[in-house]
DNA sequence: AATGAATGAGATTTCATTCAT
DNA sequence: AATGAATGAAATCTCATTCAT
């Protein structure tokens, strides 16, 4: 594994191939500023903007701006699916299969900061149909690691005593590195995912680590 | 301990008591309004609908919207800081000092969801004097769990590389079970703080759980 | 019967009882643009600026602009048909049913031009279900005309083919009026209350008037 | 005269000569949708995408959209005009004058009932000098009326207080039929045109029917 | 402390129209 | 002759906030 970047990258030739520019560049734009500020608080003004553009050009590209943040989620689960797919093929990943997946979510969720928050913040923005179809396509996700965790434990490899609760910890735990994470900060990548990894791994491990004394 | 909603309720007393009636239940139907629809997307309209007075009423008792939010946000983060002291003084608690941070603040995330989830999702919407306010309290409840990490890991009961990395993953795990967790559910909240006790200690745990096999 | 305006007056006191004064100027403003340019074609800003105030403070009286012109249409039909009781109370009419419909219809149209024009060219502007509502009254006002040449026809005092045509045959001829009449022109009301009473008499007269040469 | 759609349709051939296939495409989508919902609530994206094709496609064959409401009911009123050029040589029409425009009248309204409704409906929203246009040909078509029933009149076999306002209230009464009119109703065309034809005879005809007794 | 009405700004979206291709 | 994208203006409606009552 040479290049970190290629995680995210592989995907992400799939899905932007067809747009033109414009939309492309109202996409990224938007992607940033729904980051930044959230749906709610951003304008389609801002966007156009942002863009370059009148705000009527907008709707030649998405018909609402719901489907503008719809778009960005969709298209961003759909690459997270194909990145993993991409994974699977990578020669350079993790043998085991819990650090190939914390690896991978690690590497491309920090690829990714921006389609990752808006992910995960905008949930409730979305109307019922379109939450459905996104919230499909992230229990397919989540639904991975699940069953890692629970094959993994099915062998003895791994102690979980909940997949499901196991994956949602897990997950919450890794997705929150964005958060906090700087380009350029006092750590590195690798040094996160190392860091990272360790406790995943631990976590999960079999084995008593202390004497539990009740927990409630 | 009898009851595991004492957590927040003791704190709970202390803030609750300034303010009369209807600020309270606008400060309710903020509360419950903006973790469900983001503070962005509620409108004071809505807010004093569902308080049943008009708009206008509203500002006998906020300045601004801003401040509303404001208000939500510092009272849940001086209610946290005085549950947490009270749960000092609470017999019952574990002796561990890390069981017990994590046992307090699974309880007191789960008894007080909506404000958990304003505190973490809104600080964007906050206006920069408001939002390092606010972030300096946050910082200051992190830090509790960062000494506790750092002390026992340097008497060698933990095992952590960073402790501040390590308190953003435990405290990004457990922060993120309100979001899923629903009263009623197939996992009573014991369960879930076994559980959640369990991988917190585990991920950890001064010892070695596999062989890290290289992860990138 | 000393003033013609008594026609519409009547009736007015009922329904512009209730609103407050902007309400009323929102109102009168609507009616007089919606008349002249077609509700399509006004705006929520033209009909603010008439009012002398700021288009957001027209939304504290009418909900949408819809709702406005179904006001004013609902209003119209619920007076003219208020009108048209107390004309049956008025000593002046004449006795005979058919004189007193067309000279009621005539005075009460050319009061109320505006409204009238509006009941007739907006119908397709409204929605479905105000369409519904505002239809059900228009044809219960038909329907008065239409039993008076129906019992006329019966008692041999007219000769109509089809009461119902007729009715429609008539109102079209009647409600034509104001869209040519000006006020202060050639014409008086009298002379066309008249010259219009005068054809409607003859047109369902029980008599050949010609000798029909076929037609078609 | 073997069939009812002779009438209009002689004129037609003239107007739909001129214009390449997608101008007249336009023009049948724009006049069923000006029909229908009014010229003001039509946009020229609702006539491209009747058409099926983009909306800037209207502009190679339109100027403006007020050109093309002008060329509806400019076009209308010389078919109109035409069509009663061509009646005059109808060996089959009725040999009194009344008759004869009265059954060409209906005739023509029933068979263009959209033209019809648009060339009433729209008068306010041509620009001022579309209007004097079309409301000039509008003025001579009513003027033959006018002038059938001054010389019937002259000659004693009308009886008529007002040749204009007896024109208007004809016309408006003859005018009203296609608002109701439905294709496959219970009344047939023919059925119509008598009853039509006998009021209009009755209504101007010379004679006292009824002891006027008064009408304000 | 609450209301009802207003403001001024701004939200999303649509419009007629233009123009390079 | 048609497209696809853009413009600049304007549409309806909502917003936070103010204020006289």
């Not at 020669?91 to 085991?96: E, G, K, L, Q, T």
């Amino acid at each position: 594994m040479t290049d970190t970047s290629t995680v995210a990258d592989t995907a992400a030739k799939t899905s932007e191939s067809k747009g033109n520019k414009t939309a492309r560049r109202v996409r990224a734009a938007a992607l940033s500023l729904f980051a930044r500020h959230g749906y709610a608080a951003v304008s389609m003004r801002q966007i156009a903007t942002a863009v370059g553009v009148q705000p009527g050009a907008l709707y030649n590209h998405f018909p609402t701006k719901q489907d503008l943040l719809k778009d960005l989620m969709l298209t961003h689960m759909q690459d997270l699916h194909a990145a993993w797919r991409s994974w699977q093929d990578d020669a350079a990943r993790p043998s085991d299969p819990l650090d190939s997946f914390v690896t991978f979510h690690i590497r491309y969720h920090l690829e990714r900061a921006e389609e990752v928050f808006i992910a995960y913040m905008e949930l409730r923005n979305l109307e019922p149909e379109n939450f459905r179809e996104i919230e499909e396509t992230r229990q397919k996700y989540e639904a991975i690691l699940t069953e890692i965790l629970a094959a993994g434990s099915a062998a003895g490899r791994y102690e979980v005593k909940d997949a499901r609760v196991t994956t949602r910890a897990i997950i919450a735990m890794l997705t929150g590195i964005p958060t906090w994470y700087r380009e350029g900060g006092s750590l590195s990548r690798p040094t996160i995912e190392t860091i990272y990894l360790d406790m995943v791994r631990k976590s999960v491990a079999p084995m008593r680590c202390h004497t539990p004394e009740g927990g409630g």
